[in-house]
């Protein structure tokens, strides 16, 4: 990735829009980014990575941060890059989530953050993700593995080089991919866990399938098989003898079932005997008193049934005569049924005629009212009318008065509400200066602190160094083989990680001063702007009034705006009504004259339709009374129910004699049946049987008795035999499984074993780190190849190699001191040469990612800070290895004010004006 254009908008300490030229330094070498602390070097490169992947390069600075507090409110926060890569042509822009004027009307809305991908010419791509996910796809690498190899942040370059096996592991996993190896030995352990949980429950089932094995208590294998089962559980006794023993007692139970089934076959025989007799018995009982039931019931029919028949028939044919004179009655009323239809029809018609007739008589009595209503109304209407006077001029006039009062309260009470919210801008300022005056002394006492506790770490790691001295020994800092005054360590001094604590707290403590100090000085412009536009404002509104005095005039001069518009409001009220009442007026008038002329006309028609409804009436009446008279009864109605009643009486004697006649014949039919069941029941009980019934009921019972104790045995022993062979069933499978599952878990336990580095006697690598340490030979290697010409051949990185402890190894670094042939752990090394260390470590790295992920193009390479660690001759080697790095087409940048890293001829350089905002100048 080559940049070309960074432009950077109200972003970090620039307030406004500054435009950083790549371009300018050509394809390869090197440039300095130089300038004061604070003036926004590291900016820069948290420009790069925000643009590129949404994050800052350093890990303590929040996107949230990026917005400058020098800025104004209505200049946005956005960063836009330029860059090719592999010969196309990208633009992306980014804005961080931040309050912005709103476009209409006032006050503030938050926005959101937004990013947009254009490639060469195509569409461009919108949105955080899908931009960060082309980006990724574009670039190759995640912003985790960038920082590694194309822009190592301030602070980050001990990280890499004095971590640890598990820390280093987890760097190497997201940038070589090796989390698929750690996957494997997860998965080979589970599958092992899983394998050996199996075994001990198949173990469990067959001691719960044996344990169920039972047989009689009178058997002789009994107290055998109780025996066997403590033996199995204690291990005494194999699964197979013990199939072997249940297998003999299914045998000798068997034996016994076969002798019991016969046993009880035979008096099944006996008893069902015996039932044949008793069910003769039975049978013989029940058909006697069958018989004496028929010939009792033949009786009863005989003397009292048919009697009651028989008078029941005779009173129904009695009444033959009413049937007939029903008969001839009927047929004469159904002739006249017309004529009582016509009757309803006439009566029905009249009553219609006498609502018709009283209809138009209401409807006539209504259009007489509302015509003498509007008649008065209209008279009145046209008085009203005549003495309403044309507003219009009036009304205009008023408007417009009011219009431009509206307009001078809105500008007057905008006005107020900015000098409010300048006041309290202005009140914020004494508590924004004692905190930056506070976080000062804080880190002006921690700067001291630090100062201290470094030159008793560094005389603590001279005092170490010289205890090692022996004349003769060339020492490994100067080279002298005389030692006249060797140092001595340090009394109180700190350790590494403390110092660097120290430091972290440190750099804290001045990032806050920075910040602080941006804000007020970004509050004081603000204020100071605010002011200007105020004051001139007011001398346009308010002529001859100071900003002191301005908001109590405002206030005067609202209320007297208010007053006035109040008066106005009164006017314009009462000539709006007057005006709105002439336009009613003049609309009604002629529609109630035209409603009075049709009513004129509805009238005339109402009293000539009531006329003609009355004839009709009379004409109606006339018919009614001279059909009344023909007819025996008052209505239709009533002379259908009589017909209706009629019919359903002769229907009903008619139906009372079919029913006597079908009831003696029933009686016939039912008698005859009678008198055959009693001649077969009488056939059947000629032969009466001779068995003694109580005394075939007790031996029935001694029987089944007999038969039932030994169907229960034999059931018993059925039982004993399903479980005892679904017993050696289970067993002999449970066997053959444990076989296949012991045999797999000790190949998986082996394998896993390996996998997870926990084989006894052998080193504690896993399968991960081994196929990282592959990835790190290759890194320590190229990183070598640097080394040891910025330490002038004295320091060459090994992988250690000897490990100690049950933790995980592998991965750590020890420093091969070729000056006096010791290798020892590169936490050892000083400043400096750690900081040449780590640069290689880092620029190996690079060189291994870009050949592992399959050409990575990395055309420019940024560094910030670390060489002001360096002794004059070591910072000469390193720069020289920068130049010979930048050679191979790559453009290198550097963070640095290290006064002897301005001898580089290309520069950007950072300063601030003299109103404390950032600006961007060239030296080339």
Known sequence: MRPHILTISAFGPYAGKVEINFDKFGSNGLFLITGDTGAGKTTIFDAITYALFG??????????????????????????????????????TRSPKQERPKKRGKGTVMQDSEATLQIDKQAPITGITPVDDKLVEILGVTFEQYSQIAMIAQGQFREALVADTKDRAEIFRTIFKTGVYLDLQKRLQEETNAIDIQVQDKRKSALQYVDGATCLATNELAAELNSAKMKV???????????????????????????????SKVLQQRIFDIDKELDKVQDYSTNKQKHDMAIAEKINREKNIKPTLDKAFEDAKARQAEIDALAN?????????????????????????????????????????DYASLEQSIKKKEGELKNIKEPGAELSKYNA???????????????????????????EIPLMQEKVKSAQEDHKNAETEYNLKYDLFIAEQAGYLAEKLTEGTPCPVCGSTLHPLPAVKAPEAPTKAQLDTMEQHKDRLKANVEKLTNELAGKTASIQTKKES??????????????????????????????????????????????????????????????????????????????????????????????????VYASEKKARNILSDKKKRKIELENAIEDAKQKLQTYDKEL?????????????????????????????????????????????????????????KKVNKTIDDLAALEHEYQMKKALSDTANGKLTGKERINLETYVQMAYFDRIIQRANTRLMVMSYGQY???????????????????????????????????????????LSLAFGLSDEIQAAAGGIQLDTIFVDEGFDSLSDGSLLQALKTLYELADENRLIGIISHVAELKKIDRQIIVSKDNQNYSQISYKY
């Open 534 to 631: 105020l004051t001139s404002r007011i001398t346009t509104i308010l002529p001859g009034v100071d900003l002191n005095d301005a908001t109590i005039a405002i206030a005067n001069k609202l209320k007297a705006i208010a007053e006035e518009i109040k008066i106005i409001e009164t006017k314009l009220a009462t000539l709006n009504v007057q005006c709105r009442r002439k336009e009613t007026l003049e609309k009604e008038l002629p529609e109630d004259r035209e409603k009075l002329h049709s009513l004129t006309e509805t009238r005339s028609q109402l009293i000539a339709k009531k006329s003609s409804a009355e004839t009709a009436y009379n004409a109606e009446t006339e018919k009614k009374e001279s059909l009344r008279k023909e007819l």
């Open 329 to 369: 009655e009927i047929p004469q009323m159904e002739l006249l049924m017309p004529k009582y239809a016509e009757l309803t029809k006439v009566a029905a018609g009249l009553k219609d005629k006498n609502k018709e007739i009283n209809d138009i008589s209401d409807k006539l009595t209504k259009s007489n009212s």
């Open 233 to 263: 559980k204690n291990n005494e006794m194999t699964m197979v003898d013990m199939c072997q023993l249940i297998e003999k007692i299914i045998k000798s139970e068997g034996n016994l079932q076969k002798g019991l089934s016969a046993e």
């Open 55 to 92: 994050k800052a390069s350093g890990v303590d600075r929040e996107t949230t941060m990026l917005r400058s507090t020098y800025a104004t409110p209505d200049t946005s926060t956005f960063v836009q890059l330029h860059f090719e890569y592999g010969g196309v042509n990208y633009t992306v």
């Open 796 to 838: 060459e990185l090994r992988r250690r190699t000897t490990f100690s402890g049950n933790g995980q190894t592998g991965l750590e670094l020890n420093v091969l001191d070729h000056y006096n042939g010791t290798e020892r752990d590169v936490c050892s090394l000083s400043g400096g040469e750690k900081f040449m260390a780590s």
């Open 672 to 728: 005859a049946t009678l008198n055959g069941n009693i001649e077969q029941l009488a056939e059947l009980i000629k032969d009466a049987p001779t068995t003694n019934v109580k005394k075939a009921q007790q031996m029935k019972n001694s029987l089944e008795a007999e038969k039932k104790t030994k169907d229960k045995l034999v059931s018993h022993l059925i039982a004993n035999k399903t479980i005892n062979e679904g017993i050696i």
């Open 401 to 427: 008065d009011k219009t431009q009062l509206d307009a001078d309260s809105e500008q007057l009470t905008a006005l107020k509400s900015d000098i409010e919210a300048y006041i309290a801008d202005k009140s």
